[in-house]
């Protein structure tokens, strides 16, 4: 591979708790990183050099007044102060930048956004599994048709690599099945259901406050989510257009205390899953199986002794076997570290 440290133009779509991060770890690490090359220039290396060339030449968001002074008053941002700050999508155009990432959320108008940047040959990262679950084939085209890149690593696991493994990792191998905890905000709830004894209004309730649920938790609680990011990853694995959709649900909201009192005595534990499975040797779509539900797992398990927030996906495999990713599935630092490797694996090109 051919690397390349020369100066990357960024523009972030969206500085909410993700894109504020995001241009947090570029404004003080990329600072910190340019100090020492200054006082020592052999003292390189090839990661930090390249987030050392990240230069944030745009920001958009709807409340560009608020991040303007953010911006501005904050020492932690100061790399970012000669950026465009704009509530204008289009504005972003004018700094020539090299990588758009869009972190709003959303389907609309975060497609339309991703699809524009892509459709003027701009690389895109984004961590938005909503556009990816309905859009994701089409987008994909889109960035090979346009000879650029379109990552999405923090759309799946945050800080897990799971999108990595399966896009690059296993290009030689062929997927069996893919099956993880992939919500982070229900494998709390049911962590505190199951070892704190709370009932699930509670344990709702103490996810919320803890911003690891919205006011509105139903894409978490009824799987959407869940069913959003195993079609990601099924698409990519299986080759196939697989949308969120077709992913066949059951959430948790049935899940009463008595049923994890039950599952305890038998050394059990409920967790909801996702899974994509190959059901025949065909490569045929109509036996490739997307499921998500409450199940239960033994409480000894990887996926069994997930707490809090934790994700983790195991994958089968022809010749690489059982492979298990575990990791942080929310949070902002953990959301934006992937978001970041993204950028920097395309500046790595």
């Known amino acids: 591979m051919v690397y390349n440290v020369n100066m990357e133009k960024v523009a972030l779509v969206g ?39 990240l230069e944030v030449t745009a920001i958009a968001g709807l409340a560009d007044t608020e991040i303007r002074d953010l911006i501005d008053t904050s020492p932690e941002y100061a790399g970012l102060r000669s950026a465009t700050v704009t509530s204008n999508f289009e504005d972003i155009y004018a700094t020539n930048p090299d990588i758009v990432v869009e972190l709003i959320g959303g389907v609309h108008p975060a497609y339309e956004f991703i699809k524009d940047a892509l459709s003027r040959g701009i690389h895109v990262v ?92 139903t894409a978490d609680v009824e799987g959407e989510d ?37 599952a305890k005595t038998r050394g059990q ?17 109509d036996n490739i199986e997307l499921l998500v539900e409450p199940r239960l797992v033994p409480e000894n398990s990887a996926f069994g002794e997930l707490q809090g927030s934790m994700n983790a ?19 902002d630092t953990s959301t934006a570290s992937a978001v970041l490797a993204d950028i920097v694996e395309i500046a790595a090109v």
Not at 17 to 34: F, L, N, P, Q, Y
Not at 230 to 235: C, F, N, R, V
């Open 269 to 285: 534990v409920y967790k909801l899953i996702a899974s994509a499975v190959r059901t025949s040797c065909s490569d045929s779509s």
């Open 126 to 217: 984004t961590a938005n599994k909503a556009v990816l679950g309905e859009y994701g084939n089409e987008l994909r085209q889109l960035a090979v048709q346009n000879g650029v890149q379109l990552r999405y690593e923090a759309a799946v696991g945050g800080a897990v690599p799971v999108v990595r493994a399966v896009r690059s990792s296993l290009m030689g191998d062929k997927v069996v099945s893919i099956t993880g905890v992939l919500n982070g905000t229900t494998n709390f709830i049911l962590d505190k259901m199951t070892h704190d004894g709370a009932d699930y209004a509670d344990a709702l309730k103490q996810a919320q406050e803890l911003g690891f649920a919205e006011a509105d938790p």
């Open 313 to 331: 996906v195991e994958i089968v495999s022809e010749y690489s076997g059982k492979l298990i990713f575990s990791g942080l599935g929310a949070g």
């Open 15 to 53: 500085f909410g708790t993700i894109g504020s991060a995001v241009g947090k770890i570029i404004s003080v690490d990329g600072a910190s990183r340019r100090t020492s090359l200054a006082h020592d220039p052999n003292s390189k290396s090839l990661i930090s050099d390249m987030i050392a060339n």
């Open 226 to 262: 869940a069913a959003a990011k195993i079609s990601i990853l099924a698409s990519l694995a299986f080759g196939r257009d697989l949308k969120a959709a077709s992913v066949k649900r059951t959430g948790i909201t049935g899940i009463t205390q008595g049923m994890i009192i039950a």
